[in-house]
């Protein structure tokens, strides 16, 4: 009741117990400075609305993130406590009634440690928590040295560092949603990577075969090793030319081989005349 009448009967123009009302801590303490800030009033606005309200996303984007990895943690910790306990008394004579209730008490817990799990590396619980949480005090640090013109605002007023502070701002913004979204933007590109990479090293036995001379070559490699590389849905139809060319140098080793026994027929006959 205290604070509720503050709101209305203070006259202490920087004192937060005027902006108690429905408002979180870093709204109590940052609208006093925004209100008596020497610059134009819809700067002041702006810093409200802008730099205020993101903050406060990001508080609130952590709060909800936090609650929720540490449900998944309770539920994995204790249940991978328990787990081994049911498994191990599940066998044992003194809970032969309860056997039936301790089985699916087993099974339960183990869906719910490993569903827990899951939720937690899908979501990337863990990396969201601490990415809002970081992000939230970079902007109240950068925040607050605007206010004190210290560190890189010092020397200058606060109308002269109004550019250099959004352009901060926005920086930081801009990382962080860069840093969100890269990541799984890598995890679909390494998906596709492992994709492409398994659909290359498929291969059958009925497709390779081995011999010592390098005129049987496996028709595949030869395909592989003359011809480049096609996709997954092409299919390369022979080449004329080539077929012709194979069928020519069958007939000329066909001639050949006629030509080689007849030499050999003709000089045993002139050997049985001699």
Same mark, same amino acid.
């Given at each position: 009741m205290g604070n =509720?009448? %503050?709101c209305f009967s203070s006259d202490n123009k920087f004192q937060s117990h005027k902006y108690s009302c429905y408002m979180s801590d870093f709204e109590k303490r940052v609208y006093p400075l925004i209100d008596h800030i020497k610059l134009q009033k819809y700067q002041r606005s702006i810093l409200k609305k802008r730099? %205020? !309200?993101?903050?406060l996303q990001y508080e609130e984007l952590s709060t909800s993130v936090v609650w929720r990895y540490n449900i998944c943690r309770i539920i994995i910790s204790i249940g991978s406590m328990i787990l081994p306990t049911l498994q191990t008394i599940q066998d044992s004579a003194n809970v032969s009634d309860y056997k039936n209730y301790i089985y699916w008490s087993a099974i339960?817990? #183990?869906l #719910?440690?490993? =569903? #827990?799990n899951n939720l937690i590396s899908m979501f990337e619980l863990d990396k969201k928590y601490i990415m809002y949480c970081v992000t939230a005090e970079k902007l109240k640090s950068l925040?607050? !040295?605007y206010f004190e013109l210290s560190d890189m605002f010092a020397g200058k007023s606060h109308s002269d560092n109004w550019i250099t502070f959004w352009n901060e701002i926005e920086n930081i913004k801009k990382m962080q949603m860069l840093a969100e979204y890269s990541s799984h933007d890598d995890k679909a590109s390494n998906n596709n990577n492992d994709n492409d990479d398994n659909n290359r090293s498929i291969t059958y036995d009925s497709d390779i075969y081995s011999s010592d001379s390098e005129d049987h070559i496996s028709p595949k490699k030869h395909h592989k090793k003359h011809h480049k590389k096609l996709s997954s849905f092409d299919i390369e139809a022979p080449s004329s030319i080539k077929i012709i060319e194979s &069928?020519?140098?069958s007939e000329q080793h066909i001639e050949n081989a006629i030509h080689n026994i007849k030499? &050999?027929?003709?000089? &045993? #006959?002139l050997k049985k005349v001699i």
């Open positions: =509720t009448f %503050a730099f %205020a !309200k993101l903050v339960g817990t #183990s #719910s440690v490993m =569903t #827990s925040g607050w !040295k &069928e020519n140098n030499d &050999e027929l003709i000089d &045993e #006959s």
